[in-house]
């Protein structure tokens, strides 16, 4: 059964099924999935680096406040 999210600083940990991942076939693992919690709202994701032209480097840095990639 999957729990809210707990607060960990400014970022949150929000549990997951991983109990389902120990099932032998992709039918198990479906069926021990619990329907009833709200989908996940993070993904953990997050832009690691803004690839822009060399020549924009300056125009980036005034823009967005700090050094870019």
Same mark, same amino acid.
Request: charge should be negative.
């Given at each position: 059964? &999957?729990? %809210? *999210? &707990?607060?960990?600083? @400014?970022?949150? $940990?929000?549990?997951?099924?991983? +109990? @389902?991942?120990?099932?032998?076939?992709?039918?198990? *693992? #479906? /069926? +021990?999935?619990? $329907? =009833? @919690? %709200?989908?996940? @709202?993070?993904?953990?994701?997050?832009? $690691? /680096?803004?690839?822009?032209?060399?020549?924009? =480097?300056?125009? /980036? #840095? +005034?823009? *967005?406040?700090?050094?870019? /990639?």
């Amino acid at each position: 059964m &999957s729990k %809210p *999210h &707990s607060e960990a600083g @400014t970022a949150f $940990i929000e549990t997951q099924q991983l +109990h @389902t991942a120990m099932a032998d076939t992709f039918l198990e *693992h #479906v /069926c +021990h999935l619990d $329907i =009833h @919690t %709200p989908p996940s @709202t993070a993904w953990n994701t997050g832009i $690691i /680096c803004t690839i822009i032209p060399r020549g924009d =480097h300056q125009e /980036c #840095v +005034h823009s *967005h406040g700090k050094l870019c /990639c």
